[in-house]
């Protein structure tokens, strides 16, 4: 292939990734939708189960002073009959200990382990588990307010079957206060949400989310727990179970609401984190996965690997177009326009039509997110350009990392209150 | 079951005033430019309709550029939101007939809490302990194993009712034990 060629394989890549997967997701989204919402109880309805076992509700804590008394007062509204709470202070350096050991006199339910020092979140998991003696977990961040029904919800699933190992909820976004904050409502609505139910369309997650998940501890067993030395040991934890043949499903209806960071520094931070998260996974796991057994996750890896492909070229692109203007660069260096006139257009129109769709999927969970249309012009444009800037450097960094390092807490931006 | 009335804080937090106005008309504005940016993407059909509109203006430009309209684009296009289409929802209800109903993993017995301890190279009667107790600390080794318990609640553990079932031997546990410190 000539240069020309090359680059003209590469520009029609960096155009038809985002439009395909936007199909995929669009499509899987509302198969989903069809097969299973459609037409279900509202999320305060939860079917009644048949059994209810008891369960332990995993709250790792680190420096959560500020927020612990309303995960805690959020947990007592749980509408499940069995619980305890499990609440592992994992090294804080602010008062969180102090508030912990105090709420033990208003909640029966709650249990208070402190960690001698900072192991991080996949440490004060297993603690957790250890800890517990019931086969179901469910793991939520120590600032996150747990929907009275989310619990039953998330049993729901892995009391249907022996296969399921795990079962993710639905993070909604609490604060909203700046641009950033509003930016991830919608993206966690309208991408993430939808990236998600069609993941589950094909079969396999890309990950759990690590602030509401669910586990069956036989499960956990089989893969050896958590993975202390991967930043992102929900992605990691996910891709081994899965690997196991264990069943990961995704259950809207279990809400929890989050804070996210809403400052430029603390949303790159996160964000930084969680692509070199999902490389150090994918670098982990990728000999493994070239086995026959392993083939139904063949199109959760192929899909990571084509966007951290798809980040480095647009990125190239982006950095020529911008040379262009200033120097001139010879063909096919020269690129010009960036987006193509009927390209641009038909991205624009996909946008829309992708906001359109997740907001009527998402709608009976949160009946005004429309009211962010303004800002609604930043929910693909956000997602795309910042998986790709983080992923940029976020590969480099992974496979820099030192091997076996253990991933420990960063006290997290938790935006404007 | 609990009380659903217990208030606490806002679900939602929206408090723009506690960013600063500059900083609030700054992303107004960049979202303004965002919103043109994304206009701009829609020029091509927003000149073709207003040629439309005026027929015989529409026929004079369309003839000055037969190449306008990239047909060829939205036909990729959709030739590959149908395969899209029907890949993933083929794929969807082959495995829905295939397996809906059907359980062919083997059922496994449930690991047992000391089978996690074991797993997790920790002592059965530290991890005995650490099951019994309402507030502890745990002291680990430099691979983050725990070795040790430290300080802890002297009151007996309090029963959930999960813990009420176990204890009348229903569910085959160790019975409880205060926990000295």
Redesign the interface.
Do not use: K
């Given at each position: 292939m000539t240069l020309d060629e090359w680059f003209e394989m590469f520009g029609r890549f960096a155009f038809?990734y985002p439009?395909?997967m936007s199909?995929?997701w669009m499509?899987?989204a509302l198969?989903y939708y069809v097969?299973r919402e459609r037409g279900q109880p509202n999320f305060r309805h939860p079917p009644v189960l048949a059994k209810t076992p008891?369960v332990s509700i995993l709250v790792p804590c680190h420096n959560e002073g500020e927020t612990v008394?309303?995960t805690m007062?959020?947990l007592?509204?749980?509408?499940y009959?069995?619980?305890?709470v499990i609440a592992i202070n994992d090294g804080s350096t602010d008062d969180t200990a102090a508030r912990l050991?105090a709420l033990?006199d208003c909640y029966?339910?709650?249990?208070?382990?402190?960690?001698?020092?900072n192991?991080?979140k996949a440490?004060a998991l297993?603690?957790g588990?250890?800890?517990?003696?019931?086969?179901y977990f469910v793991c939520i961040d120590g600032d996150a307010?747990l929907d009275?029904y989310a619990v039953s919800w998330m049993i729901l699933h892995l009391t249907s079957?022996?296969?399921v190992g795990a079962v993710t909820g639905n993070p909604r976004i609490?604060?909203?206060?700046?641009?950033l904050?509003r930016l991830q409502v919608g993206e966690f609505s309208s991408i993430i949400g939808m990236i998600k139910r069609?993941q589950r369309?094909?079969?396999r997650l890309f990950t759990v989310s690590g602030v509401i998940c669910a586990f069956r501890?036989?499960a956990?067993?089989?893969v050896?727990?958590w993975a202390?030395d991967m930043v992102t040991e929900d992605i990691d934890i996910s891709w081994r179970l899965q690997r196991d043949?264990w069943d990961i499903r995704y259950e809207p209806n279990a809400l929890c609401?989050i804070?996210m960071p809403?400052t430029l520094k603390g949303l790159w931070k996160q964000r930084l984190r969680w692509a070199q998260g999902g490389v150090e996974v994918l670098l982990r796991h990728t000999t493994g996965m070239l086995h026959w057994n392993a083939r139904r996750m063949w199109g959760v890896v192929l899909e990571f690997m084509f966007s951290v492909v798809w980040a480095y070229v647009v990125s190239a692109m982006i950095l020529l177009w911008l040379v262009g203007m200033v120097i001139p660069l010879p063909e096919p260096f020269h690129i010009s326009p960036l987006?193509p006139?009927?390209?641009?257009?038909?991205?624009?129109l996909l946008?829309l039509l992708q906001f359109a769709v997740s907001h009527w999927i998402d709608r009976r969970y949160e009946p005004g997110v429309w009211r962010n249309f303004?800002?609604m012009?930043?929910y693909p444009?956000a997602y795309w350009m910042i998986n790709m800037t983080t992923m940029v450097f976020a590969f480099p960094k992974a496979a820099l990392r030192r091997k076996g390092a253990?991933a420990i807490w960063e006290s997290p931006d938790r935006?404007?209150? | 079951m609990n009380d659903l009335n217990q208030p606490f804080d806002a679900l939602f937090i929206h408090q723009p005033r506690l960013q600063s106005k500059a900083g609030r008309n700054a992303y107004r504005l960049l979202t303004l430019l965002a919103w043109s940016a994304y206009l701009y993407l829609w020029l091509p059909i927003a000149t073709l309709t207003m040629w439309w509109l005026s027929t015989r203006l529409g026929y004079s430009e369309l003839q000055h550029y037969p190449g306008f309209i990239d047909v060829d684009l939205f036909l990729l296009l959709l030739k590959a939101l149908g395969i899209a289409s029907l890949l993933l929802l083929t794929w969807a209800e082959y495995n829905r007939i295939r397996f809906q109903g059907h359980d062919r993993r083997t059922h496994l017995l449930a690991t047992t809490p000391e089978s996690t301890a074991a797993a997790m190279g920790v002592d059965l009667v530290l991890a005995g302990n650490l099951q019994l107790a309402r507030q502890i600390t745990v002291v680990t080794d430099p691979q983050a194993v725990p070795i040790a318990l430290r300080g802890g609640d002297k009151r007996q553990r309090n029963l959930h009712p999960s813990d009420a079932q176990r204890s009348t031997g229903s569910l085959n546990t160790p019975a409880l034990e205060t926990l000295d410190s």
């Open positions: 038809y439009v395909l199909f995929f499509v899987g198969y097969r008891p008394d309303e007062a959020a007592a509204l749980q509408q009959p069995l619980y305890e050991d033990l029966p339910w709650l249990r208070v382990i402190h960690l001698d020092r192991l991080g440490n297993r603690v588990a250890l800890a517990s003696r019931n086969e307010l009275p079957g022996p296969r609490r604060n909203r206060s700046t641009l904050g069609a369309t094909y079969g501890r036989t956990l067993h089989r050896g727990y202390d043949h609401y804070l809403e987006i006139r009927w390209n641009g257009f038909a991205l624009g946008c303004f800002w012009i930043w444009l253990r935006g404007y209150r | -």
